[in-house]
């Protein structure tokens, strides 16, 4: 850059042209810290959606299914030293812990997953499915409040084991809509869980201890598959391409004229002085022939 000559010294020049250098070279603290898109194969992301929505199946919603729980645990003997009057409302109490548990901790549990990520999250979630089967599978039936807790700990591993998984949705891109719908029905299927309790207890005359234990088996698997494929940070969508740029239209240029050489002044003083002496000359002409 060249100060023009005669010019006035601009001394604010080079400050401003400093700070357009920052501007643009530097990138905001977003910028720097957005995640990246991390390219995953077909094949990788069927699998793991498939572990996503067994997930989902099978740990998710299974509080809501105490319709059909109820049978097994009165035909196991239930709070059965109380009086008659007193178990349905044991009962239901023990229901009302695991539904709210699955109803009322998915708010904090969205800050939770923002803050520790997905794999900790589920680990956690199947943690807690371990114990509170083994409460319900091996604990005291008489003790309310043990119930209650197991029955807790069932409900609330429910949503700590089905938000991790709708990151998964992300790697579909334009289909994320058809993906998440999938584990919504995952997630409503999983409230039949108990139907199934229900079923091998009426056929095969399985003890609740033997259906919770089986069900431990459930936690396990969430657990390790959650441990080794779920991801510490979730997945993000892949970026939209590009779109395409219009025509540009560049407008033709304009012909160039030739510019006439410079007059020196003695030339056009001596053109001038021509000019006037014809203008004597057709004077004294024109005078002449009048007289």
Same mark, same amino acid.
């Given at each position: 850059?060249?100060?023009?000559?005669?010019?006035?010294?601009?001394?604010?020049?080079? *400050?401003?042209? @400093?700070?357009?250098?920052?501007?643009?070279?530097?990138?905001?603290?977003?910028?720097?810290?957005?995640?990246?898109?991390?390219?995953?194969? *077909?094949?990788?992301?069927?699998?793991?959606?498939?572990?996503?929505?067994?997930?989902?199946?099978?740990?998710?919603?299974?509080?809501?299914?105490?319709? *059909?729980?109820?049978?097994?645990?009165?035909?196991?003997?239930?709070?059965?030293?109380?009086?008659?009057?007193?178990?349905?409302?044991?009962?239901? @109490?023990? @229901?009302?812990?695991?539904?709210?548990?699955?109803?009322?901790?998915?708010?904090?549990?969205?800050?939770?997953?923002?803050?520790?990520?997905?794999?900790?999250? =589920?680990?956690?979630?199947?943690?807690?499915?371990?114990?509170?089967?083994?409460? !319900?599978?091996?604990?005291?039936?008489?003790?309310?409040?043990?119930?209650?807790?197991?029955?807790?700990?069932?409900?609330? =591993?429910?949503?700590?084991?089905?938000?991790?998984?709708?990151?998964?949705?992300?790697?579909?891109?334009?289909?994320?809509?058809?993906? !998440?719908?999938?584990?919504?029905?995952?997630?409503?299927?999983?409230?039949?869980?108990?139907?199934?309790?229900?079923?091998?207890?009426?056929?095969?005359?399985?003890?609740?201890?033997?259906?919770?234990?089986?069900?431990?088996?459930?936690?396990?698997?969430?657990?390790?598959?959650?441990?080794?494929?779920?991801?510490?940070?979730?997945?993000?969508?892949?970026?939209?391409?590009? *779109?395409?740029?219009?025509?540009?239209?560049?407008?033709? @240029?304009?012909?160039?004229?030739?510019?006439?050489?410079?007059?020196?002044?003695?030339?056009?003083?001596?053109?001038?002085?021509?000019?006037?002496?014809?203008?004597?000359?057709?004077?004294?002409?024109?005078?002449?022939?009048?007289?």
């Amino acid at each position: 850059w060249r100060r023009p000559r005669g010019g006035p010294k601009d001394s604010s020049y080079p *400050a401003s042209r @400093a700070h357009r250098i920052v501007t643009r070279t530097s990138r905001s603290p977003t910028q720097m810290e957005a995640p990246q898109y991390q390219e995953v194969s *077909a094949s990788k992301r069927t699998f793991l959606f498939s572990l996503a929505c067994s997930h989902v199946l099978l740990a998710s919603g299974e509080a809501y299914g105490w319709t *059909a729980l109820r049978p097994v645990l009165i035909d196991s003997g239930f709070f059965d030293s109380f009086p008659p009057e007193q178990r349905p409302a044991m009962l239901n @109490a023990v @229901a009302t812990m695991g539904i709210a548990a699955n109803a009322l901790c998915k708010l904090p549990l969205g800050f939770f997953l923002d803050k520790c990520g997905p794999r900790f999250t =589920a680990c956690l979630g199947a943690i807690q499915l371990i114990i509170g089967s083994l409460i !319900m599978a091996i604990g005291d039936k008489q003790a309310q409040t043990l119930m209650m807790l197991g029955y807790f700990l069932l409900g609330m =591993a429910g949503p700590f084991l089905q938000m991790p998984c709708f990151q998964f949705s992300e790697l579909y891109g334009a289909s994320k809509a058809s993906a !998440m719908a999938n584990l919504i029905t995952c997630f409503e299927l999983s409230t039949g869980v108990f139907l199934v309790f229900a079923e091998l207890h009426r056929r095969l005359q399985l003890s609740h201890t033997a259906l919770f234990l089986g069900y431990c088996g459930v936690g396990v698997y969430a657990l390790v598959t959650a441990l080794f494929f779920w991801p510490d940070l979730p997945y993000r969508a892949p970026p939209p391409p590009p *779109a395409p740029r219009p025509p540009s239209h560049t407008p033709s @240029a304009a012909p160039r004229t030739r510019a006439s050489p410079p007059t020196s002044p003695t030339s056009s003083s001596s053109s001038r002085s021509r000019v006037r002496r014809a203008r004597r000359t057709r004077s004294s002409a024109c005078g002449s022939t009048v007289w």
